[in-house]
Structure formats: C-alpha cells, structure tokens
C-alpha cells in the first residue's frame, strides 16, 4: 500500500483547509484509516480514524468539532476537512492505514504511512 497525502499549506487562523490522501494497493476499502500530525520538537500524535464503512470514526480532543474526516472507497481516498483552525494545529498531517492492533491513537500500531503535508496556520 502506497498513500501520497496533499492539500497543506498556508491559513489564518479560523479559516478552514482540507488535506487528503490517496491510496494505490490492495485491499483498501477494507482497512481503516488514519490521520496523524506532528508539529516541530513533538512527537506524532493522533488526529482522527475512521473504519473502512465510515460507522467508526474517532477524533482526539482537540479537534473535535472542528475536524472532519471521511473517505471514498471507489476513489481510495480519505479526506481531512479542518475548520476553525488554530495556530496550534501547525503540522505536517500525515495519513495512515492497516491498524494492527486496537490502540488507533498510537503511532506504532499502524503500517503504511503516507510522507506527509504541512498545514501552517498563522496568526
């Protein structure tokens, strides 16, 4: 599975951008998929998740209500719609995908991943 994300780039903040991911490989439709974020001197952290018929979606607290992720199997993309951002969501947004096991917020338990976008929002 190969994933090429793109979408980043330059906002104010309280303005809005959508990041996505396009996915090549097998068996797509059948993994969940993720998006990370990792701003500079911090570690990766989890974002949003959602399972291969979208009756699973998962948000970190700090962009609940502001985030919405989604994905079009026929396509083999998952999109990242961020409203409302915040200089703190500064990133590069990375998306994922084959969650091994059931910790979805943490890094490691996934397998492919994409090589990222930057999304700076300024001040």
Known sequence: ???QASGGGVVQAGGSLSVSCA???DSFSTYRMGWFRQAPGKEREFVASINWDASTINYADSVKGRFIISRNN???TVNLQMN???PEDTAVYFCTTRLLANDFAIARAWTYWGQGTLVTVSS
């Open 1 to 3: 599975v190969q994933l």
């Open 23 to 25: 996915a090549s490989g």
């Open 74 to 76: 026929a396509k083999r």
């Open 84 to 86: 409302s951002l915040k």
